[in-house]
Nanobody, 120 residues
Framework: HVQLVESGGGLVQPGGSLRLSCAAS????????MGWYRQAPGKQRELVAH???????NYADSVKGRFTISRDNPKNTVYLQMNSLKPEDTAVYYC??????????????WGQGTQVTVSS
């Protein structure tokens, strides 16, 4: 059974930084891509950043230059370094793992979400 466990959310002032982590556990052979999505109240879930096993990255325009996604393949862990945070970054952030090959087959998995609040 594959699980994604997120950590690192919290309350931060505008201009501050946070680092999110997400570790995938279970009988995993490989994960093609991992990423972060966010959902603000009353809005649809949106992609924040995405990284493939080979290290190719993709960012939402709203976070380019401020957020950095990275990945530790042996640990099946993905990180999101968020700098210069703005109030509009406030949302629940969800970790995603795509094309996870495990003993149960191939699937897509989501974390439970971690709240990020940017406020003075």
């Amino acid at each position: 059974h594959v699980q994604l466990v997120e950590s690192g959310g919290g309350l931060v002032q505008p201009g501050g930084s946070l680092r999110l982590s997400c570790a995938a556990s279970g009988s995993i052979f490989s994960i093609y891509a991992m990423g972060w999505y966010r959902q603000a109240p009353g809005k649809q879930r949106e992609l924040v950043a995405h990284i493939t096993r080979g290290g190719s990255t993709n960012y939402a325009d709203s976070v380019k230059g401020r957020f950095t996604i990275s990945r530790d393949n042996p640990k099946n862990t993905v990180y999101l370094q968020m700098n210069s945070l703005k109030p509009e970054d406030t949302a629940v952030y969800y970790c995603n793992a795509d094309q996870v090959v495990s003993t149960t087959g191939v699937g897509v998995y989501w974390g439970q979400g971690t709240q990020v609040t940017v406020s003075s």
